[in-house]
């Protein structure tokens, strides 16, 4: 892509694997668990509800488009345009897509009232450095999958009734917290 270069590698402290996978166990946990605590009866509920949505659809999108793209990652060549080869599995970055995937409705539903929401935008900022330092990804790997959350995010926010929704029975629409 003409900007992609290997980096430095820094797989420690703050950038090591272990928190990259904590942190997108927090935020995949963290939407459907509080979708499914919260309903769709409230405003955050119908956002987290939007935001699993946005989980699927990225997670399938991002999936499809490694088949089809094959590049390999920069711990496997330090060629980044090593494109539709087998084995390739860089292009686009999965875990950046769910994250930015996650919090693009939250951002997009609560950024305007409360603009500390807007400070969720860190996560996938965060996760794509540390993807890059961590020689997973080459850096339009990231960009790629952080454009592909936010569109999925932008869509499922944009759609009044979340498709999860209309697959699950009616008691998942009303929360955990309602029943209990």
């Known amino acids: 892509m003409g ?56 997670a399938v999108g991002a999936a499809l488009l490694k088949q089809a793209f094959g590049r390999l990652r920069p711990s496997q060549t330090t060629d980044p345009n090593q494109w539709f080869k087998s084995g390739g599995q860089s292009f686009p970055s999965g875990e950046v897509t769910t994250i930015a995937s996650a919090v693009t409705p939250l951002v997009l539903e609560y950024g305007p009232d409360h603009p500390a929401a807007y400070a969720l935008e860190l996560l996938p900022a965060y996760d794509a450095i540390a993807r890059v330092r961590s020689h997973a990804h080459w850096q339009s790997d990231v960009i790629a999958g952080w454009a592909l959350g936010t ?26 917290h309602k029943t209990f």
């Open 3 to 58: 900007f992609d270069s290997e980096s430095s590698a820094s797989a420690t402290g703050i950038w090591s694997r272990g928190d990259q996978k904590a942190l997108l166990v927090v935020v995949v946990a963290g939407v459907v668990g509080g979708a499914l605590w919260e309903g769709s009866d409230s405003r955050l509920g119908r956002t987290l509800w939007q935001s699993t949505d946005s989980l699927l659809m990225g």
């Open 151 to 176: 569109a999925v995010g932008y869509y499922a926010h944009s759609r009044a009734q979340p498709f999860t929704l209309m697959v699950l029975p009616r008691g998942m629409a009303v929360g955990w």
